[in-house]
């Protein structure tokens, strides 16, 4: 459901007159409070091996539970989203990356929880700097594996968003 819907009372004041003023914006009208309907940021990296083999997650959790994901997630507030991918990926999986370069950008929508969400994903490659304290967090995910770029699937990747990516870098 969309986030102004589920947004009854203003998050400021805690009243109900709270209209809204386009689809994306709702307005207080007791205290004045402005609340937009943005994308969250997320940044997720296509990280290769010395054999150039891409590093891929089995998602442990909806949304797409049991399939492919590119390891990654949401940008915390003051951190770059460079940052968010390196921590994001060392979080998930142990491995320090550096990246390499900007790929592009891809909007999402999903629902979550039963609230919608509206990630922005920035798409890095990246290259590995360490893999000594490799370690899988297995609240996110149920396995890390390296695949060659001819077993590169995209419809084994549950998010769209991620499946479109997949397809855009390997043209597939
Ligand atoms: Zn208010």
Do not use: H
Not at 21 to 31: A, E, N, P, V
Not at 34 to 63: C, H, M, Q
Not at 101 to 110: K, Q, S
């Amino acid at each position: 459901m969309d986030p102004l819907q589920v947004l009854k009372f203003c998050p400021n004041c805690g009243k109900s007159n709270w209209n809204y003023q386009t689809s994306r914006l709702k307005i207080c009208q007791d205290c004045g409070y402005e609340f937009y309907k943005n994308p969250t940021i997320g940044s997720a990296g296509f990280v290769f091996d010395e054999k150039g083999r891409l590093l891929v997650v089995r998602r442990a959790k909806n949304p797409a539970k049991g399939t492919l994901g590119i390891p990654g997630g949401f940008c915390e507030a003051g951190e770059t989203v460079e940052e968010a991918v390196c921590r994001e990926i060392f979080e998930e999986t142990g491995i320090k990356v550096a990246v390499e370069e900007f790929l592009f950008d891809l909007p999402d929508d999903y629902e979550y929880k039963g609230i919608d969400l509206y990630p922005l994903d920035f798409y890095f490659k990246c290259k590995i700097i360490d893999m000594s304290q490799m370690k899988l967090d297995e609240s996110e995910s149920s396995e890390m594996l390296f695949i060659s770029q001819e077993e590169i699937n995209p419809e084994d990747f549950g998010l769209e968003a991620n499946r479109r990516a997949v397809k855009r870098y390997f043209n597939k």
